[in-house]
């Protein structure tokens, strides 16, 4: 008698968690969820429980605000930033003139 609920089990089981990932897959080609095939592009920019369990994670997001605050000001400077980040004050060059 154990056995047969045991396979019984087992039998609803695998149909149940193969509809899970279907309804998973489902949901992220219509752009709900990030499940298989996408991956998100990044967190927040600050989460307390990651201060919680590792304190040197604060230390890492006042590095990259600190930089993104850098890179904005550069960028306001400079009037024009090329595709590699150098900057040009003349803006983007002509070719065609």
Known sequence: MQTAIWIICLVATVPALYGLHQLGLHLERRGLIYYWHTKSSGGAAYN??????????????EVREQRRIASADAGAECGYRSSHGDCRADGPSQAGS
């Open 48 to 61: 307390p429980f990651h201060e919680i369990v590792q304190p040197q994670i604060q230390h890492v997001v």
